[in-house]
């Protein structure tokens, strides 16, 4: 299952369902568990203690959209070079994002007639580039 590109549009889409799942309890949870509901905290303080949420949130949802992803690879991948089918195992990772690290089991395939790996995708990319 390859990534593929969003538009602006999606990501619009995604921001206004995203805004309407917040309702007042969760948000107050929210406040709570970050410390953002403390009445002493300067404007600064307020806006620096709601950045490190918002990345907290963005590095969970994509270690979650990454966890949904891979839990739906198949258990078994076509090798790119030979088709022979392949055992796809799981090999941890850490990634750099651009709200801080994330853990990434990052799902691939060995082949041992080949004596090479590959990961989700490759497959996908070399059969449309053989048909292409």
Same mark, same amino acid.
């Given at each position: ?36 509901? #403390? ?6 303080? =307020? ?11 963005? &590095? *969970? ?32 990772? #850490? ?6 690290? =994330? ?11 080949? &004596? *090479? ?16």
């Amino acid at each position: 299952m390859p990534f593929r590109k969003t538009t602006q549009a999606d990501r619009d889409s995604a921001l206004q369902a995203t805004a309407h799942l917040w309702n007042e309890q969760s948000l107050t949870d929210l406040l709570a568990a970050s410390g953002l509901d #403390d009445e002493g905290l300067t404007f600064s303080q =307020i806006e620096q203690r709601a950045r490190e949420v918002g990345q907290a949130v963005t &590095r *969970r949802v994509a270690e979650e959209l990454l966890l949904r992803r891979r839990k739906k690879m198949p258990t078994e991948m076509p090798c790119p070079q030979c088709g022979k089918s392949c055992r796809v195992s799981t090999k941890k990772r #850490d990634i750099t994002t651009l709200d801080g690290p =994330i853990t990434y089991a990052e799902p691939a395939a060995h082949c041992f007639t080949c &004596r *090479r790996d590959f990961f989700s995708g490759t497959s996908e990319a070399a059969t449309e580039r053989a048909t292409v």
